[in-house]
């Protein structure tokens, strides 16, 4: 079993981080009889998991729901690392998308300023709904019904 101090020093992962990992379920420990927390070593790829899946751009959120497929909530194997990042190549690849867009439509942004809602690109970017006119079309009817 390591000491907080021992995890934090070997997984450069801060106290704070790892109190803050706890509390969202990511990790866990057993107390001693002064209330310290102790922690199994394997917490150590787990947080290898948890560090590295953020560095990708993943969500605690998503890691938590990640580590929450693992039977008995086990530390991630290299087969489950596999299957995870396997799974969340597609979200990634639409984030890349994404910035990929966002990118291009900067270009006409650059030294203008005007963040004008009705002609910049970047304003309400990827709306949806921009056909139907401005505002909140879905909300017009009700609005107009007087409901
Ligand atoms: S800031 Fe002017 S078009 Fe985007």
Known sequence: MLTIGQVA???????????????RGLISSDRTAGNQRRYPRHVLRRLAFIRTA??????LEDVHAALATLPDNRTPTKSDWSRLSASW?????ARIDALRRLRDRLTS?????????????????????????PGAP?????VEGGT
């Open 9 to 23: 020093e070997r997984s450069g992962v801060p106290h704070t981080a790892l109190r803050f990992y706890e509390e």
């Open 54 to 59: 953020q560095r990708v751009g993943l969500s």
């Open 89 to 93: 190549q597609v979200e990634l690849d």
């Open 109 to 133: 942004c650059i030294g203008c300023g005007c963040l004008s809602l009705r002609s910049c690109t970047l304003q309400n970017f990827d709306d949806e709904q921009a056909a139907d006119g």
């Open 138 to 142: 879905k909300l017009k009817p009700a």
